[in-house]
């Protein structure tokens, strides 16, 4: 069986009519995760995190800024959210599906989460629709766990991960890599341990190449017991914001040969859904789906 993590409360948000951001995706996918067959027993519940928890990962003086509203207005343009009670405790809510996510991924050998790839979130500033890193706390927890194991985090959204790459850049358990469209956001990129930038208009036997080679590259020389896996599926030729040009069955693909490989050398993967825009929600949750294809192929 492959958990799914899920709380209704990520669709739960209050935003200005017309906000870039698709809400409602969260709440859509698992609609259609229940009507192509997920069981009851598949579904598992965050707890929101504590603050104490997330200061483990964050400095504490932005995270009291965060939670007394005191950022300052230049700062918090970057985030992109208007500040609220309700996107705090959304945000706690996924940083821990995220952690779950892994802690189950490590039990069960697969688990996904829907939500979470907030990667834009550093140590002490948020960005692009990022308050606090849910990879980088997931990570955290698990070799804090288990201090001798070594986690993966392969990061695919089209957005380079720069606050995932900045919170590890002195952490040799936890091996960043992301691959990212040359050209997008952020513009001012950090260095991971592995990053690969692709060309706009990239299409499917190109992408899929470097997918292939850069995790076989990895696992090999890092031989990680988890993979953090963040399926963004913002490279759709759909999206808004990608610039890349894979169809719906690049997507698929690249699901499948991240879960399969993974599954195929023994390493657990948590995977998370990661950022998509696309106005036409129907759309992007049909691209969001692909994950899950791809999680019932690999794990029937
Ligand atoms: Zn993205």
Known sequence: MVPFVYHPRYSRLELPPRHRYPIQKYALLKQWADEHGAKPEQWVQPTPLHWNEVT?????????????????????RRVGFPWSEQLLLRTLTSAAGTRDTAMLAMQYGCAIHFSGGYHHAHYDWGSGFCLLNDL???????????????????????HQGDGTATLF?????????????????????????????????????????????TLEQLIVSHQPDLILYDAGVDIYRQDELGHLSISLNGIFNRDYRVLSTA??????????????YQRNLARLIKAHAQLLRAAYHVWK
């Open 136 to 158: 980088a706390i997931a990570a955290k927890s698990v070799i804090d766990a288990c201090p001798q194991s070594k986690v993966l985090i392969f990061d695919t959204d089209v």
């Open 263 to 276: 599954r195929k050398h023994n390493i657990s993967c948590a995977a998370v859904i990661g950022g998509g």
């Open 56 to 76: 483990r990962v964050h400095c504490p003086d932005y995270i009291t800024e965060l939670v007394n509203n005191r950022i300052d207005r230049k700062q918090w």
């Open 169 to 213: 850049a002195d952490e040799p358990r936890v091996v960043t890599c992301s691959l990212h469209g040359e050209k997008n956001f952020p513009f001012t990129k950090s260095e991971s341990d592995l990053d690969i930038e692709l060309p706009k208009g990239t299409t499917d036997d190109d992408y899929l190449a470097v997918v292939d080679a």
